[in-house]
């Protein structure tokens, strides 16, 4: 009863204010996570039957691959297997969290494995055929990228033809210019000592890299969750209890810290981790804290009343394909470094499959609006577990597949059920 009578005083403080104080969807799930005491347990209890899980499925799922894998190969866990994962995530991580952007609208990208194949093509025959400086060379591989996103989402936005068609006819099209650019040989091998090379093997070596990082990460999360905190307390809206932020932060600080300390047992901090989670921090602050990312959100949640609201919704569309194909190229050319080439088979084989899967049991909505960055972060770990377990233990590639599709139905399983919850509630 107190919950309605908030809401109800609320909704009417924000018609008399001309809707500056009107409760969102968002209000809401933070009211509900801050009534009714502030036991943390409680608080996830709620959650669970309100179908606002958000990442703690994914990260059980985690822990549990971790668990098993451990169990059956005791080197799963060891700071070289860890560190060589924390690099082989990379990859396929950034391609998925272009991923990520694209189904917050409800959409689909399948061209996202061909496009990283083709920029990693791009970059090898500048660099080593005509003799390109590497850096102008990774920027026009890149700039193609966001040229090939542009192109995909105007026959989307302008033309009206289906993204599933769009990317479908990408996959092939751009795969055949990825031949096309190779040429006869068919593999080009790129400098090992040269920029792109060093993106997975350059390594922080002093401990005060990777033990820095996780507190001015935990130190970030916090002032950010705290300043949020009394924002909306000094407007009258509903917020996380403190408590929540504390919890929340003394779980980051174990697992951050954690972390370092594996990565400094092995050859220290990665270059490559160290730019990914850059892009992760850089990419959710655009789709949580600026006018653009709640466009997004808007427009997955309904595009005639994003419309009607007078959202650009065509130049919305086109700019997250745009966004997608820009991180499916810096993908690409991680995975180039990655093996010192660029090759027939790049942006090939189970790539594509891999990103996708990543996004959706990272947490992110195949019905559009739901979703973090973060999402692809946790989606491709889970993946790249597998991988790397299945690897150490010399089991077929197939077990890996099916294993990673099982995943994925179950993750795809708690979205419907978590939809319907949501729904029940009156949160859809």
Known sequence: MSRTWTLRKQKQAGAQSGGA??????????????????????????????????????????VVVWIIFESLNENFLSPRNLSNLSVDIVGPGMISVGVVFVLLLGEIDLSVGSVSGLAAAVFAVLSVNQGMPEAPALLLAVLGGTVIGAV???????????????????????????????GASGTINIDENGLVAKLTSQYFTNVAAAYGLAALGTAAFFLTSYHGVRRRRAAG?????????VLRTGVLAVIS???????????????????????????????????YGRMIFALGGSVEASRRTGLNVSLVRISVFMISGTMAAIGGLFLASRVTSASQTSGGGNLLMDAIAAAVIGGTSLFGGRGRTWSALLGVLVIQSIASGVALMGIQTAVQFMITGGVLLVAVVIDSLSRRAQRAHGRV
């Open 21 to 62: 104080g009107a409760v969102t969807a968002a209000d809401r799930r933070q009211l509900a996570a801050g009534a009714g005491g502030q036991n943390p347990l409680e608080i996830l209890k709620r959650r669970f039957h309100s179908g606002e899980l958000g990442s703690v499925p994914v990260a059980l799922g985690l």
């Open 152 to 182: 995909q989402g105007f026959f989307l936005a302008k033309v009206g033809v289906p993204a599933f068609v769009v990317t479908l006819a990408g996959l092939l099209g751009w795969n055949g210019l990825m031949l096309y650019v190779l």
């Open 237 to 245: 809206v509903p917020c996380r209890p403190l408590s929540e932020i």
């Open 257 to 291: 810290l954690a972390a370092a300390w594996v990565l400094n047992q092995f050859l220290g901090l990665p270059l490559a981790l160290l730019i990914f989670l850059v892009m992760l921090v850089g990419l959710d602050y655009v789709l949580r804290r600026t006018p």
